[in-house]
């Protein structure tokens, strides 16, 4: 069975840091694009950032930039999300994502093909 396993998740204050992982198992996403999203609570799940297959190229939400980011490990395999500045409106169960698009970037949920089952992240003022 094909899955996407997130970690790293966990309870933080405000200006803090956390990096999440993504590493999946049953085959190798290594020639997907990777993204990562995020779902608060009545709100609609949302992209926070992608990372095209060779991890050469990066996207990020308007509201993430310049304190998330996207890497690709050695084998490409396994993704991180490094956030740091954390603050409330972070709070949300985050979720990772493949494209069998290489260079996709997209930033629409039906444009995945895989998904994790999710890490909450919850950020204290």
């Known amino acids: 069975q094909v899955q996407l396993a997130e970690s790293g998740g966990g309870l933080v204050q405000a200006g803090a840091s956390l990096r999440l992982s993504c590493a999946p198992s049953g085959r190798t996403f290594s020639t997907y694009s990777m993204g990562w999203f995020r779902q608060a609570p009545g709100k609609q799940r949302q992209f926070v950032a992608g990372v095209s297959w060779s991890g050469g190229t990066t996207r990020y939400a308007d509201s993430v930039k310049g304190r998330f980011t996207i890497s690709r490990g050695r084998a490409k395999n396994t993704v991180y999300l490094q956030m740091n500045n954390l603050n409330p409106d972070d709070t949300a169960v985050y979720y990772c994502?493949?494209?069998?698009?290489?260079?996709?970037?997209?930033?629409?949920?039906?444009?995945?093909?895989?998904w994790g089952q999710g890490t909450q992240v919850t950020v204290s003022s």
């Open positions: 994502a493949a494209d069998r698009d290489r260079d996709g970037l997209r930033t629409s949920t039906t444009q995945y093909d895989y």
